[in-house]
């Protein structure tokens, strides 16, 4: 059976490009080296929500037609529009990307990505403050803190921490797997040796979990090598290894950075918690944080889409570069779909910019908050919508769902899901990074090449393609028009 | 296609050409000795200067760093923005302007080649990404070397054979045209927040000292045959006192020399030119080095000249980006890549009511004019470090009017003006000295056999700029020359005519040069290297190389190595 290696998995940020595959009569049949997303991907993506044929909407429900017929009617609907907007983009590759861009700026519409809905706020801090940044390869060697905020990669990101952070074998840190094993045994020993004691001495009703406010810092055994610091509303997975786990109350974090931007410039809180966290604990890790040789600090939506939003973030960045005075310190946005970060490149070298782009003045405008997306459909402006790898109806703002499916909507996308239930053009395209071949970003910057690894159903073409004659058509029509 | 250029007064000093009136015949994107002049099409350039199309041996245009600045810098794009035509695509400018935008605007000035210094190597894939989105000129990109693992580790043991073989894979695998040298140990130190002090300062971990990486990374320029040198941003760059470093980062490979060919091109050179111990005792280290230059023939350098604007500086020197943050305290990027090289990125506004950015100013000009041979100066902004490459026909305009730059003198920070050496010098350089500048020596320096000349059988890259220089005099009517060099009356890209009047009539594809060394001996891809391959980078192996389809146009020229 042929195995193909070293295929880069189409599922989150982290790109881990080592997944072996073994197809057999052009279907994958194993999967070696992926994490639980990886191989629901690469096992599962032919299920039966699959479309394999184009669809028009006809009287009400869509019907099936053929790929030409389907690309003349998206064409059409995008050249008679005034308005239209182009969103999705970060589940493919940054060459279809590419064709979306030029296809904006023909029609003069807005074209945006899912960023508008993620680490948008990210994006717009980093605009005013900067990022101290590296690659995911420089914390794997070097760094011997790592800070987890708002984020939990142990089941977003599952293999970040085994590939590229406190798991990983670096050049100058090593591994902390092994002492992390040695920490849990321990636990556990000291955990049955005082039930132990309890059961012998204490008759006790059970213990009843204490309220936020009574907090109480997570048990701390010192271990070797690389900390990790996981701080987050929530005792998650990610919680549970690290060796400082902070649990800020919702909607504080902002109050809790500021908090460490104090401290670690050597100024006393005169308070006795920030966020519900006692100082000293407080302390106690602001102490950690300027005593590393390199720490990496991680953020994810738990600070981007909580209250404070950008302003969070403009906190994070200004911790981390005060830090930097001290030690070496770095900070990475956890990003989610496995191209959002190339979607936020290719947009930028095309136009300048990362997201919500305006081309309906000829050239690229961006004021999020006026061009985004959801700025368009709330104020219910655009007149055409074209979908690409991405599902909006379900993750939009209600209203701006709403007016985006009164729009006539074409749909490119592998699934039926909730947005092209709604589509009035419905076009299936093949899993890029598993039936076309592309290029992704990694949340750190990093191109990795997407592997074709099996043929399309028949018929299914890649969203490259699509876009293309759509594109094509649309010149077609314009020209007519032009002549006539 | 056919095409004949008639009557322009054309500037080839490659081939000895000098203000000769004459007619250039192009077919089939090459320069040939005749066409058919009833059918080609003809250009009248008469009373017009005809040169080479322009190149530029030194600009960020393309890749992460560039892009990050674009990303962090919004505010520089509201101001500048270019509409979409029939012809062209839409786009923004000012200081990183997005790559159609680039590609356009250097075709307008009539520049035809541009090389883009930094690549990290891993991330080289984003960097012809970019390329190949820069329409019309040719491009090509050099891989940041001096701060590899592999290099350190080979040179640090004697392994001066090992490591070229490796450096070739390197360059093949990111199609690379050069070894490019940031701050070297510099930016290894910088992984853990540090920094080399000077060229003899050793790389912490790692047992080795800029001074053998760069004269290691020297011999393997000449094992390899190379057609470039070694491309260096010094050690220091930008501290007050840096220009001994200079000095010694030149004499450190005196002894490489042979035959009075240049081993080390010292780049924006005039960022590492400042004498002084702070800034307060700031000042031109010019004529130290302008007079070190002149003596010996083992060197060529760029000036990397100051525009007084508002641009962004980014290079792959993490640390001297840190300092300059921490001087403006204006927003910072940094960004480091893991076993190869880092990165740094700040806006900064140079003033002319600054002491030190007058200075500055008049340190790349100084450099300019007291290094007597132009093939050894060329004209550059290290774009956009200095300030973007739009202001090439300021420079250009500086360099030949005394009048000129005693315009500019009149508005600059009085001590800076008092302390300079510009008004003590006469020299004017000539539309010939320009053509070398700004195309000839550069296409030498690269090693450039297709480009930089008109003589028969180059590449059609050609500029005709209105500015009739047998009846107008460049010391007197600079202004005409600015204005002619802004937009060119003629761009023509591969014997097609790109721009006519400063205005785009095309948009093609430039090609991508790129290297391909042959070893006697294939560096070994043993499982040994596979396995370090894996322990240093997070990548695997296969997708590490960047494939020919990344280019739009692939342009590679073989070298044969003598390794």
């Excluded at chain 2, 930094?118 to 989105?133: I, Q």
């Amino acid at each position: 059976m042929p195995v193909v290696k070293a295929v880069t998995c189409p599922v989150c940020g982290s790109l881990c490009d080592d997944i072996e595959l073994t197809v057999e009569n052009g279907r994958i049949v194993k999967v070696k080296n992926g994490c639980a997303m990886c191989e629901a991907k690469f096992l599962g993506y032919c299920g039966e929500h699959r479309v394999l044929k184009p669809m028009i909407r006809k009287n009400g429900g869509l019907v099936k037609t053929t790929l030409k017929e389907a690309v003349r009617r998206a064409a059409e609907i995008l050249a008679e529009a005034n308005y239209p907007v182009l969103y999705g983009w970060s589940s493919t590759s940054c060459e279809a990307i590419s064709v979306g861009i030029e296809l904006a700026e023909e029609v003069g519409g807005v074209i945006d990505n899912t960023s508008v809905v993620c680490h948008g706020p990210s994006i717009l801090s980093i605009q005013n403050v900067g990022i101290p940044s590296c690659t995911l390869g420089q914390i794997r060697h070097r760094a011997d803190l790592i800070v987890y905020w708002g984020s939990n990669p142990w089941s977003a990101h599952p293999r970040h921490i085994e590939r590229y952070t406190a798991f990983a074998e670096g050049r100058f840190e090593k591994s902390a797997w092994r002492s992390y094993v040695n920490k849990v045994k321990a636990l556990v020993g000291r955990k049955k040796l005082q039930s132990a004691i309890k059961r012998l001495f204490v008759k006790k009703p059970a213990p009843v979990p204490p309220p936020i406010s009574e907090y109480k810092p997570y048990p701390f055994i010192t271990k070797e090598g690389r900390k990790l610091i996981v701080i987050d509303v929530r005792r998650t997975k990610s919680a549970e290894i690290a060796d400082y786990f902070v649990q800020v109350e919702p909607n504080k974090d902002y109050e809790l950075l500021q908090a460490f931007r104090m401290l670690i410039r050597d100024q006393e809180l005169e308070v006795d918690r920030v966020a519900g966290v006692p100082v000293e604990y407080l302390e106690e890790v602001a102490d950690v944080m300027v005593s590393c040789d390199f720490g990496a600090l991680f953020f994810g939506l738990g600070l981007t889409m909580s209250s404070g939003k950008l302003r969070n973030i403009d906190a994070a960045l200004s911790l981390v570069r005060d830090l930097n005075m001290r030690t070496k310190f770095i900070i990475m946005p956890m990003r989610g779909h496995f191209n959002v970060t190339g979607a936020n490149i290719v947009f930028t070298w095309q136009t300048g910019y990362p997201y919500a782009v305006d081309f309906s003045l000829g050239y690229p405008r961006y004021n999020p908050g006026e061009t985004s997306v959801v700025d368009v459909l709330l104020r219910k402006e655009s007149d055409a919508a074209i979908i690409v790898a991405s599902d909006p109806v379900s993750s939009f703002p209600r209203k701006a769902a709403e007016h985006l499916v009164k729009n006539p909507l074409i749909v490119i996308d592998p699934h039926m899901n909730v947005t092209a239930q709604m589509a009035d053009v419905l076009i299936p395209s093949a899993f890029v990074g598993i039936e076309a071949s592309g290029t992704a970003y990694r949340m750190d910057h990093v191109p990795i090449p997407l592997k074709k690894v099996v043929n399309p159903p028949k018929g299914i073409h890649p969203d490259e393609e699509i876009l293309r004659r759509i594109l094509k058509e649309v010149r077609r029509i314009k020209k007519k028009e032009e002549a006539a | 296609m056919e095409l004949l250029i008639k009557n322009g007064l054309v500037y080839d000093p490659i081939n000895g050409v000098n203000e000769e009136k004459m007619d250039i015949a192009v077919k089939d994107g090459k320069i040939v000795e005749k066409v058919n002049e009833r059918r080609a099409k003809k250009i009248d350039a008469s009373g017009m200067i005809v040169m080479p199309g322009g190149i530029d041996i030194h600009s960020h245009i393309a890749g992460g760093k560039v892009n990050s600045g674009r990303l962090l810098r919004p505010e520089d794009h509201f101001k500048d923005f270019e509409r979409k035509t029939a012809v062209t695509r839409s786009g923004v400018g000012y200081s990183i302007p997005s790559t159609f935008t680039t590609g356009y605007r250097y075709a307008r000035m009539g520049w035809t080649t541009v090389m883009d210094p930094a690549m990290p190597p891993l991330e080289a894939k984003h960097t012809h990404e970019e390329l190949s989105d820069t329409p019309i000129i040719d491009k090509a990109s050099y891989p940041l070397l001096g701060d590899w693992w592999f290099v350190l580790e080979y040179l640090r043991d004697g392994k001066i054979e090992e490591c070229a073989r490796h450096v070739a894979w390197m360059i093949k695998a990111t199609k690379g045209y050069a070894i490019k040298l940031v701050n070297p140990g510099g930016l290894e130190a910088w992984g853990f927040g540090r920094n080399v002090k000077n060229i003899d300062d050793p790389v912490p971990y790692f047992g080795i000292t800029p001074r053998e990486i760069i004269r290691g990374l020297c011999r393997v320029n000449k094992l390899l045959n190379l057609p470039h040198t070694i491309h260096v941003h010094t050690n220091n760059l930008g501290k007050p006192g840096n220009y001994v470093t200079a000095l010694e980062t030149m004499k450190c490979v005196e002894d490489l020399a042979e035959d009075g060919k240049p081993v080390i091109h010292i780049t924006h050179c005039q960022f590492s030119a400042f004498k002084g111990d702070d800034w307060r005792t700031f000042e031109s280290g010019a004529e130290e080095i302008a007079n070190y230059v002149n003596a010996h023939s083992h060197v060529t350098m760029d000036m990397g000249q100051v525009i007084f604007t508002d641009t962004t500086t980014m290079t792959a020197d993490g640390p001297f980006q840190y300092i300059l943050y921490t001087l403006s305290g204006n927003k910072w990027v940094n960004h480091d890549v893991e076993t190869e090289t880092s990165a740094g990125i700040v806006p900064f506004h140079y003033r002319r009511r600054s002491y030190v950015h007058a200075t500055q100013w008049s340190i790349g000009l100084e450099l300019a004019l007291l290094i007597k041979d132009p093939w050894k100066i060329l004209m550059t902004t290290d774009h956009p470090n200095g300030g973007p490459f739009i202001a090439y026909p300021r420079i250009v305009a500086w360099l030949m009017s005394r009048k000129a730059r005693e315009a500019t003198l009149k508005k600059i920070n009085s001590k800076a003006r008092s302390r300079s050496l510009l008004p003590t010098i006469d020299r004017e350089l000539s539309f010939y000295e320009i053509a070398i500048v700004t195309r000839a020596g550069q296409a030498k320096a690269l090693g450039l056999k297709n480009k930089g000349h008109l003589g028969i059988g180059a590449d059609a890259d050609i500029a005709i700029y209105k500015f009739n220089s047998e009846t107008m005099d460049p010391s007197k009517k600079y202004k005409a020359v600015r204005r002619a060099f802004k937009r060119a009356a003629y761009t023509i890209k591969s014997g097609q005519v790109v721009v006519k009047d400063g205005e785009v009539l095309k948009h093609v594809d430039g090609a991508t040069m790129w290297l391909d060394v042959k070893t006697s001996e294939e560096a070994k891809i043993t499982e040994e290297m596979k396995r370090r391959f894996k322990d240093y980078w997070t990548v695997e192996f296969e997708n590490y190389p960047v494939s020919e389809d990344y280019l739009a146009i692939s342009q590679p020229t073989t070298v044969k190595a003598d390794v």
